[in-house]
């Protein structure tokens, strides 16, 4: 299994930008499609953007479209999520992991990273 580091969360205002880092193990990590999720309180997590390990192909999930952007260094074994115009309903702990395919199903559900909080103020 990878194990997965993520970090650059924290506490910006409506409209503001955080950039998100995931540190992942493994020496074929070109090969994983990697995937952002997010778990707000009291909701399920929900996929937020997906891409492939070239990363020439990416998916988002309609309510961050056009505002995040989802990156990869695979020289650095790192995916990114940049994420602007955020709004407090983006408040979130959020997540990296390897997915299957950009569907949003992860490789191996019950292993996860501790996470970085999101936290944006109206």
């Known amino acids: 299994q990878v194990q997965l580091v993520e970090s650059g969360g924290g506490l910006v205002q409506a409209g503001g930008s955080l950039r998100l880092s995931c540190a992942v193990s493994?020496?074929?990590?070109?090969?994983?499609?990697m995937g952002w999720f997010r778990q707000a309180p009291g909701k399920e997590r929900e996929f937020v953007a997906g891409?492939?390990?070239?990363?020439?192909?990416?998916r988002y999930a309609d309510s961050v479209k056009g505002r995040f952007t989802i990156s990869r260094d695979n020289a650095k074994n790192t995916v990114y999520l940049r994420m602007n115009s955020l709004k407090p309903e983006d408040t979130a702990v959020y997540y990296c992991n390897r997915m299957t395919t950009l569907t949003g199903i992860v490789n191996a559900p019950g292993n996860w990273g501790q996470g970085t909080q999101v936290t944006v103020s109206s």
């Open positions: 493994g020496r074929t990590f070109s090969s994983y499609t």
């Open positions: 891409i492939t390990g070239s990363g020439l192909t990416t």
